[in-house]
């Protein structure tokens, strides 16, 4: 399985991101692709320690096995519950927000599994630095896929 702390398992990602374009329609769900971009940010600004999202009740009472149920190597399914903080409703700007993706995933990428923050995911609550890991990873290629790329 890919690893978004391995630099080049990082830059596939990036190249896939940059064959996007401010008119990639979406193949599900109803995100604009500067929205997407957007939210794939926010996961890893928490696995940065950058942003401090709200546990949620759900993420309190079902995460742990919610959580049991994704760190796999099967692909994200349409259609899972998203964390309200997570939520992107508003229109974006496309290129500055695919230059903050970039600039995030590179970030992760230099401070590796030592540099994750310790503070819980929403719903997910602590994770190790291998499960911020195949989180990361399974939350890319989730919404690069529901964009073709």
């Known amino acids: 399985m890919a690893s978004i ?20 329609q979406h193949i599900w769900g109803s ?11 926010q996961p890893i600004r928490v696995a940065l320690g950058e942003f401090k999202a709200k546990r949620t009740i759900i993420g309190i009472l079902f995460g742990g096995i ?7 190597e099967k692909p994200f399914k349409q259609g899972l519950p998203t ?16 230059a903050k ?6 970030k992760l990428t230099a401070v590796g599994p030592s540099g994750v923050t310790k503070d819980k995911h929403p719903i997910f609550g ?6 911020w890991d ?10 690069l896929r529901q964009f073709g790329v």
Do not use: C, W
């Not at 702390?5 to 990639?24: F, G």
């Not at 919610?66 to 796999?72: D, F, P, V």
């Not at 309200?84 to 500055?96: A, L």
């Not at 602590?126 to 499960?131: D, G, I, Q, T």
């Open 83 to 98: 964390a309200n903080s997570f939520v992107i409703e508003n229109d974006r700007n496309f290129n500055y927000e695919k």
């Open 5 to 24: 702390y391995n630099q080049q398992d990082a830059e596939s990602y990036i190249a896939r991101i940059n064959l996007l374009t401010p008119i990639s």
């Open 126 to 131: 602590k994770l190790s630095a291998e499960e």
């Open 31 to 41: 995100m604009t692709v500067a929205q997407m971009l957007a939210h794939i940010q």
């Open 134 to 143: 195949v989180l990361t990873v399974k939350h890319l290629d989730h919404h």
């Open 66 to 72: 919610a959580k049991k149920g994704l760190i796999n």
């Open 101 to 106: 993706a970039i600039e995030l995933i590179q």
